[in-house]
């Protein structure tokens, strides 16, 4: 027995916006991933905050966080991430101590330091541009006494959120927050879904200054990867053009909403090796190749979970890749 199936698979959703679809019909088809995914045994369901991006409509985590939890029964909601800086702890712990209060014992709360945007939106959200590089340890920090159990003569309370004790988790994709993780004893989680670059490193240096806490007694790992999956090798690489449009889109400043498919693509050279290296981690293919990548990339990386991200066009497609990839693994 490989080591892939005893390794926890939780999902990863961007919310995608596709071209000529609506924000609604997104909602749509993220709470039914969430349900099919619950249904073939999923351990999580992760959205993330993004701002002022046309082709991501997980804006207001928590509130759609809320949304997936209540239409669904077991599967753990959470964010990957909620960009701390963004926002005062109070706030967060507020609302994740809501969401923990309505559904017990499956709420994550991932955080990460980057804004998540653009400076245009930097500015409009009345964030310090300067926040998260020296004070997010301080961020989580206070955030941990909200959502901890109150201190005598603590003045300011989180109602709801102290004493919920949401479990936290950090978000990377460099050193930074590895290292903080480590130090703080918390589990971290790398975005090897689109920065698969610092992977190793950050891997190594989480588990090499990790120190036990109240949370932790050994270092626990996910890492997030970009998986496309389909009833042949053939089949799979059409389909993951929508995921090469989409950061090909990027990279010339354009409209990042999900495209359809396609057989070949416009790019040149140099555009082609930076998508490729936003893509570095993914397994795409068959279920025979998905397979055997998902257990190389396992054995390398030896994760404790991994988080797959699996950015198709058709929501049905989607689906598909979420259910190959749990057939192949527990299969």
Not at 44 to 73: C, K, P, Q
Not at 165 to 170: E, F, K, N, S, T
Not at 209 to 228: K, N, W
Not at 281 to 300: C, K, M, Y
Request: aromatic share 8%; net charge negative.
């Amino acid at each position: 027995m490989s080591q892939l199936s005893s390794t926890r698979l939780s999902v990863l959703d961007l919310a995608p916006i596709r071209e000529g679809g609506s924000i609604a019909d997104t909602f749509r088809e993220t709470v039914d991933l969430a349900q099919q995914t619950e249904r073939l045994g999923y351990t999580r369901f992760w959205l993330a905050e993004h701002h002022n991006i046309d082709g991501i409509a997980s804006a207001a985590t928590a509130v759609l966080i809320g949304h997936v939890a209540g239409a669904t029964d077991r599967i753990r909601v959470g964010s990957g991430g909620i960009m701390l800086p963004n926002h005062p702890p109070l706030v967060i712990a507020e609302q994740f101590g809501t969401l923990e209060t309505l559904y017990p014992g499956r709420i994550d709360l991932g955080l990460g330091r980057a804004p998540g945007s653009d400076g245009a939106t930097i500015a409009a959200m009345r964030r310090d541009p300067r926040s998260g590089v020296n004070d997010f340890p301080d961020q989580v920090a206070e955030l941990q006494r909200f959502l901890g159990e109150a201190e005598p003569g603590q003045r300011v309370k989180a109602v709801p959120g102290q004493g919920t004790h949401v479990p936290l988790w950090l978000l990377g994709s460099s050193g930074f927050s590895a290292q903080l993780a480590a130090r703080l004893g918390l589990p971290f989680a790398f975005a090897a879904q689109f920065a698969p670059g610092y992977l190793f490193e950050a891997l190594r240096l989480y588990r090499e200054q990790f120190r036990p806490s109240a949370v932790l007694d050994e270092p626990y790992a996910m890492v997030g990867m970009p998986v496309i999956a389909a009833d042949s090798d053939a089949q799979a690489h059409y389909l993951a053009t929508t995921a090469q449009q989409k950061f090909l889109n990027l990279i010339r400043g354009k409209r990042t909403q999900s495209l359809p498919p396609v057989n070949e693509l416009d790019w040149t050279p140099m555009e082609q090796a930076q998508v490729d290296q936003f893509l570095g981690a993914a397994v795409i293919g068959g279920p025979d190749t998905v397979r055997a990548g998902l257990e190389e990339f396992q054995a390398r990386t030896g994760a404790n979970e991994l988080m797959i991200n699996s950015d198709l066009y058709s929501h049905e497609d989607r689906l598909r890749s979420y259910e190959i990839v749990s057939e192949v693994c527990r299969g």
